[in-house]
């Protein structure tokens, strides 16, 4: 009960994103007409629409595109969408490692929890900052984890870059394939990712509670 409480904010905000990715993609289909008269078929314009808002959902902390991936794959399919998730995420957490890096703590003390973040940078660091750092990626959000390593790290940008690339390639195209799959299969999914997600933040806590 008290680890549901610690993250109820998480909780809250994966199952309100949940279930708009649901929606999404049950209303895909129909919207198949309009989303094809408004950015065309393959449209170059739609496809760097997508990886704009990527981008800037991933610097944007409470902005999350994971709603627009249905409709993506219904436009693309799920192997172009998942590039393109990749592509704007990737861009998109470079954007907000840089600015985290730059402009520093006095900026992001009223976005970002700073001793949770930090407490989370300190874990990904290690002998191997690259491993650590995909793993990571894989298991928690993108826009966090590239503030916490900006703001809280010496990592560098071209080690950061990699791992980001590595990190985010297999969540991409797990969900992008999730979208073109029934309804209980995206249910199970996305409880799955925030099951792995929860305790992948309990797990970093206590250790880097156990190192400081």
Avoid: C
């Avoid at 394939?177 to 209980?184: E, N």
Wanted: proline share 4%; no cysteine.
């Amino acid at each position: 009960m008290q680890t549901i409480q610690k993250y109820r904010r998480e909780i809250m905000a994966g199952l309100v994103i949940g279930a708009l990715f649901l929606l999404a993609a049950y209303g895909a289909d129909r919207l198949e007409p309009v989303l094809l008269n408004t950015f065309g078929v393959g449209g170059l314009l739609g496809m760097v629409a997508y990886v704009f808002i990527s981008i800037v959902a991933t610097v944007l902390l409470p902005v999350s595109m994971m709603p627009l991936i249905p409709l993506a794959v219904e436009l693309w399919g799920f192997a172009l969408t998942a590039v393109l998730s990749i592509v704007g995420w990737t861009l998109g957490s470079l954007f907000a490692f840089l600015i985290a890096r730059h402009f520093g703590q006095p900026l992001f003390a009223k976005l970002v929890d700073l001793p949770r973040a930090a407490r989370i940078a300190r874990a990904a660091l290690g002998k191997n900052q690259f491993a650590a750092i995909v793993v990571l990626h894989v298991i928690l959000p993108v826009d966090i984890l590239s503030y916490a390593l900006g703001l809280f790290t010496d990592v560098r940008i071209s080690t950061y870059a990699g791992a980001t690339l590595v990190g985010i390639t297999p969540f991409a195209f797990y969900f992008a394939y999730a979208a073109t799959k029934p309804a209980w299969f995206q249910i199970l999914a996305l409880g799955l990712t925030g099951i792995l997600v929860i305790g992948a933040l309990i797990r970093i806590e206590r250790e880097a509670l156990q190192e400081g």
